[in-house]
């Protein structure tokens, strides 16, 4: 008993020795205000960058049904990918059987009428609305829309009534760490 009193004791006399000084604490409300307008300004224009290019990834962290059913995701195996003329969509869930060996399904299909709809403040977000055609997915719609901060939410709408909406972060592809699955056809 006596030896935990002490171990508690030490550890309390230690733990504060271990606070770090960071520059955040050392600036004012505004400074900081000042900072997050600059960096989320920079931070769009990388995106208007790579949405032009059509180089993204949008790395879903939750995956949403019609119904409202939501499921939280790995952002690694669960996107959006745009390259060029291809989009790449992929729905994976590891504890299940699916087509992609990964748990779910993976649509590699063509893009066509991209349309990107920048907002008219400088810190305000972005949105696009595209189509995807092919053989795997048949038609479907995507509607994006993204923060300036790189949060983003996309609606992916099918040809039967289905619809799924990814929830996550939009990077350029060449910061993305995505793993794709096998497309089915």
């Given at each position: 008993m006596k030896k935990l009193i002490l171990s508690i004791a030490m550890l309390g006399i230690l733990v504060p020795g271990f606070g770090q000084n960071n520059?955040?604490?050392?600036?004012?409300?505004?400074e900081r205000k000042e900072l997050r307008k600059q960096q989320s300004i920079e931070n769009k224009k990388v995106l208007e960058k790579s949405l032009a290019n059509r180089t993204w990834v949008l790395e879903a962290h939750t995956v949403s049904d019609?119904?409202?059913?939501?499921?939280?995701?790995?952002?690694?195996?669960?996107?959006?990918?745009?390259?060029?003329?291809?989009?790449?969509?992929?729905?994976?869930?590891?504890?299940?059987?699916?087509?992609?060996?990964?748990g779910g399904i993976t649509f590699d299909d063509q893009l066509g009428n991209y349309q990107i709809k920048p907002g008219k403040k400088e810190n305000s977000g972005i949105n696009l609305s595209m189509d995807v055609h092919g053989v795997?997915?048949?038609n479907a719609s995507v509607m994006l829309s993204t923060s300036a901060d790189g949060n983003a939410r996309a609606t992916v709408s099918g040809p039967w009534g289905w619809r799924i909406t990814y929830s996550g972060n939009l990077v350029p592809l060449e910061e993305s760490s995505i793993f794709t699955g096998r497309s089915r056809f």
């Open positions: 520059s955040m604490d050392t600036l004012t409300r505004k019609r119904y409202g059913n939501t499921v939280q995701t790995s952002p690694s195996t669960n996107f959006i990918l745009v390259d060029g003329e291809q989009a790449v969509i992929q729905l994976a869930f590891p504890h299940f059987i699916g087509y992609n060996g990964l795997n997915i048949g």
